[in-house]
């Protein structure tokens, strides 16, 4: 049974830092693509950041480009999301995600392709 267990979200103020991570288990973490999603009540659920097997390639949305990292420990079957500099707009709950491949990073940017989520955890920016 694949499980991806997020934690780190929290409550911040505009310009705070959090970081959030992604536990894997029940599948064989460096076979995935991986990647996070983000979405607010009554929005589509859209992508954050896609990490590649190796880690050697990573995508970002527009919206995140400059205060996101994502990066993977494959020792560790875990996936990191850290957020600098958070805005407002980035209030949302934030999903970890992961899609079968070594060649699908570029895919996985596509909500569609994705074969596992996690259940998400809530990242709530101040003013």
């Known amino acids: 049974q694949v499980q991806l267990v997020e934690s780190g979200g929290g409550s911040v103020q505009a310009g705070d830092s959090l970081r959030l991570s992604c536990a894997a288990s029940?599948?064989?973490?460096?076979?995935?693509?991986m990647g996070w999603f983000r979405q607010v009540p009554g929005n589509d659920r859209e992508f954050v950041a896609v990490?590649?097997?190796?880690?050697?390639?990573?995508f970002y949305a527009d919206s995140v480009k400059g205060r996101f990292t994502i990066s993977r420990d494959n020792a560790k079957d875990t996936v990191i999301l850290q957020m600098n500099n958070l805005k407002v707009e980035d209030t949302a709950v934030y999903y970890c995600?992961?899609?079968?491949?070594?060649?699908?990073?570029?895919?996985?940017?596509?909500?569609?392709?994705?074969?596992?989520w996690g259940q998400g955890t809530q990242v709530t920016v101040s003013s």
């Open positions: 995600a992961a899609r079968l491949g070594r060649q699908a990073a570029a895919q996985a940017t596509d909500i569609g392709t994705i074969h596992y």
């Open positions: 029940g599948l064989t973490f460096s076979e995935y693509a």
């Open positions: 990490i590649s097997w190796s880690g050697r390639t990573t």
